[in-house]
Every structure is written in structure tokens, then in C-alpha cells.
């Protein structure tokens, strides 16, 4: 992670969470929400306050340092209704490798020959962590609803997605972050994965909405899906 002083306020981060991840669905009080990728804690927070006591947030991080600082931010918030994983969700159960960047946690993620999401990967640099699947995640946690899926897995989300019809079935929306826009050749092929998932959630019988018009380069590559339109 990026260790350098400064950053965005609380009221600030928020405003970015919501503008970004609650474009097509905002959580409600009693709520469930799978926070994939959680990175260090920016959206668990708001994620938090929005489904209140009596709704729940688990939020999955894979890279164990990034993961401390999602821990420590919980902790220091006293976010009691936050359950923290630490794992890579993953299209195959089994070992994969992650990408390993000391100067940013943005960076840290499955692909480019670092195992990609699809479990068995043991090679390639970067560092071993566990992977699972999503329908065994939410089985483990004892959820059997999803009332907002946020995934931002720097290009493993087709691989979850694709691995698992009968967990989106429970999955009443879903906000993800696709990085075709850091895809810059060939051998990035495996991170142009909006249109895919774009038609894999039609087929899936979402209601599916874009922002191609919006400046910002990564936000054209979101993908909002809602089973209510």
C-alpha cells in the first residue's frame, strides 16, 4: 500500500464509494452486501452505516498486508456488523498468486500469468494465497442472499461469475468493476472482461446499466446489474 501521508477525508471517501459502486443500487437498513476486493476499508465503511444493525457486510481481501489495513479500519470504526475473509474469490478453488506492488494495494491482483482467478495456479512470482469460490463463501458465512454484490478484482470477475449461475440466483444486484481500460495489448486480453460480463448478466436475467459517457476513464467499465430493473 501506498504509505505516504494525506488522502481523501471519511466524508470525502465516501461521496467516491457511493458515486462509484451505488450508481445502479443503494444498500438499505437489514441489507446484505458482499464486498469483493475490499482492498484497505474505502467503501466498507459507508457499506456499514447503510444496512445498520441489523443488515451484514462481508468484505473479502486477498493480500494479507492490504488485508491488516481493511482489519485495522474496521477495528477503528467499530463496524460490528463487518465480517472480514481474507482470501482471493476465484472461479476454481485452490492456490493462485497475486501480483505483488509495495508501493500501491491498486496494484496487487490475480492475472497475467499470477494464476488469473482460476485456482491450481502455483507459479509465475507474486505471493501464494487461498482462493474460493464465491457460492462456497457464502455458504461458509451463512448467507443465502446477496442484496448487493460490489466486485472490483482487477480482471478475475468474469472467471467468479462464470463459475457460479446458481450463487447468482441469490444475488439481487451487483456493481462491477471491470479494467479494460488498463488493458493496453495483446497479452492484456484476459482484463477486457466488460463485455462478457456485461452479457453474462443479461443472460442471467439482470437489468444491466452502463456509464460509457462518464470522463472518468474506469468508470465506463462498471457494470450495474439489478434482477428489479
Not at 104 to 119: A, D, E, V
Request: with cysteine.
Amino acid at each position: 500500500m501506498n504509505t505516504a501521508l494525506g488522502g481523501l477525508s471519511a466524508d470525502a471517501e465516501d461521496t467516491v464509494a457511493h458515486d462509484t459502486f451505488l450508481y445502479g443500487y443503494q444498500p438499505r437498513s437489514g441489507d446484505t452486501v458482499f464486498d469483493v476486493g475490499a482492498g484497505v476499508g474505502s467503501e466498507v465503511r459507508l457499506f456499514s452505516r447503510l444496512v445498520g444493525p441489523a443488515g451484514r457486510v462481508v468484505s473479502i481481501e486477498a493480500h494479507p498486508r492490504t488485508f491488516r489495513c481493511l482489519r485495522r479500519a474496521v477495528e477503528l470504526n467499530r463496524l460490528r456488523n463487518v465480517t472480514l475473509v481474507e482470501c482471493a474469490v476465484v472461479g476454481e478453488a485452490g492456490p493462485v498468486h497475486l501480483a505483488e506492488d509495495s508501493l500501491s494495494h491498486l496494484r496487487n491482483g490475480l492475472g497475467n500469468g499470477l494464476g488469473r482467478g482460476t485456482g491450481g495456479g502455483t507459479g509465475g512470482g507474486g505471493i501464494e494465497v487461498v482462493g474460493r469460490r464465491l457460492d462456497e463463501l457464502m455458504e461458509s458465512s451463512g448467507v443465502d442472499r446477496i442484496d448487493l454484490l460490489k466486485m472490483n478484482i482487477e480482471g478475475a470477475e468474469l472467471g467468479v461469475l462464470q463459475s457460479c449461475p446458481d450463487a447468482l440466483d441469490a444475488v439481487e444486484n451487483l456493481a462491477v468493476s471491470c479494467h479494460d481500460f488498463k488493458a493496453t495489448g495483446p497479452g492484456d486480453d484476459w482484463m477486457r472482461t466488460f463485455g462478457p460480463v456485461r452479457d453474462l448478466l443479461r443472460r442471467a436475467g439482470y437489468t444491466v446499466s452502463t456509464r460509457p459517457d462518464d470522463p472518468r476513464p474506469w468508470i465506463p467499465y462498471y457494470v450495474y446489474a439489478s434482477r428489479h430493473g
